[in-house]
């Protein structure tokens, strides 16, 4: 056996098991001392914590533990293979670690500041949360790449950057910290210290260019004017994504470099959910944080809550549950087109006849669409969006003059004409059971978000689903505007 292979070995055994240290495993000789002693809780303790750990493979722990009651001469030889072994199983794990952190960074240029800031970003996923914690993990695999000589300069690099990226974390009590104290590049780590007058911040803001997907995450759609508006949006943007450490520096860069309000208002959210406070009071919370005036009022406090109570229901597993619907009712609505078609052929032109390409349904995979709608969900910046003139109640408003709407129940009565009109004028296909599954799509779509002011239609999976079907309804204020020329004559 090579004797520096077995005494990098020994190292890494007596770094993560210090006990070890003296030779020997003093935690066997204590777990039987303390079963002779009548103490079984106490040796059931330090069996669960100290020897399962370390002796993973429960079959050679009990040869061990039965070597060592027996007093035979063995043990010694049999513990150090033991240990040996082990050893080897944690240099790999280690290994592949020290790959895992270090891959992000390997084709990234150093002169790419945002791709650097992104890579360091998706190195930190892997880390705990907590800061410190994070550092001492890259600071210990540092030291395990020197004693293995393996990537030593590749971790040299990864704790030198996150060093660096950490110093910019801002915690709840602290003043967030200047942006512009980071040196060179890790090649040049070297040389920092003569260097150090002319250090250069890696992720100095006036170099950061900030993606267009970045940006859809962080904004809300230009159009909202009303307080309430811009918080159910922001709340929209930002409710599940608090514990998403990444995003937070996002947006936190993104608000330092323009001066915006964004991480404050991502504050004022994080905080209210990590503190468990009710709906409401973040709501309010967030409000405070983008007025600019005073403008509180009770209906607009009561409209907020309402909406935010639909949109949260939304956001939670509502579009899974529309998509299952719309699949159950297209693969029902194939198959009885099918047997329609099958029956009206004459069984002597049964094999000359086939199907018009037009008449084909062409169906998006399932994981295609389902992975559309949540890109969907998460963006929400579309151009549909960013001029949506709010719910379908609200352009009634508009039409009508009126600041409240009695025309709820009637509309609904009256709209499944319109409705009609409207996807034929759109068809691809003739009507037929093709007609009433549209038509049903879009009043259901209808019918649920005729209060909601994020209405989508040109992002929504229903829409999707009337293509699907050979319909095209680019968007539903003719049917709106129609329906309510006819409640209103």
Known sequence: MDEHKRDTRLEILERIFPDLRYGGDPDVERYFELRASGRMLDALSVYRSRLRPRYPDDQKRIILLSLYRQRSPSYSIFLKELLMERADD??????????????????????????????????????????????????????????????????????????????????????????????????????????????????????????????????????LERDEDKTLAYCHKYWLRVDDPAF?????????????????????IKTGRRRKYADDEILSRVATTIADRYSYTVQGDLYMQAAWRRIKAGMYGSASA?????????????????????????????????????????????????ALVLERQNVRISKAAEESRGSISDRIKTLSGRAYDVYRDIFFSKVRPHIRQALAEGSRTSGGERLNQAEDTV???????????????TGSLERNSLAELGFNLEALDAIIEACYKKISA
Do not use: C
């Open 248 to 268: 937070e520096r996002i947006v936190w860069l993104y608000s330092r470099k323009y001066g915006t309000r964004h991480y404050d208002v991502f504050k004022a």
């Open 443 to 457: 009043y259901e779509f209808m019918e649920r978000n005729y209060f909601n002011a994020y209405m989508d239609w």
């Open 322 to 370: 529309r998509q299952k619907s719309l699949q159950a009712r297209q693969a029902e609505t194939q198959a009885v087109e099918k047997k329609r078609s099958t029956s009206q052929k004459r069984p002597a032109d049964t094999k000359a006849m086939k199907p018009a390409s037009s008449e084909k349904t062409v169906l998006m995979p399932a994981k295609r669409r389902s």
């Open 90 to 223: 944690i240099i790999a794990r280690i290994r592949r670690n020290i790959d895992a952190m270090a891959k992000p960074l390997e084709r990234v240029a150093m002169k790419d500041t945002y791709a650097v800031l992104k890579a360091v970003e998706e190195v930190a996923r892997l880390l705990p949360d907590d800061s410190d914690a994070a550092k001492a993990h890259v600071d210990a695999y540092e030291e395990y790449a020197k004693i293995l000589d393996y990537r030593r300069g590749d971790m040299a690099s990864v704790s030198y950057l996150l060093s660096e990226f950490y110093k910019q974390t801002l915690s709840d009590e602290d003043e967030a910290p200047d942006f512009v104290a980071s040196s060179l590049a890790a090649e040049e780590e070297k040389r920092k210290r003569e260097q150090r007058a002319e250090e250069r911040n890696f992720f100095d803001l006036s170099r950061i260019e900030f993606d267009a997907a970045d940006v859809a995450r962080i904004e809300i759609p230009v159009g």
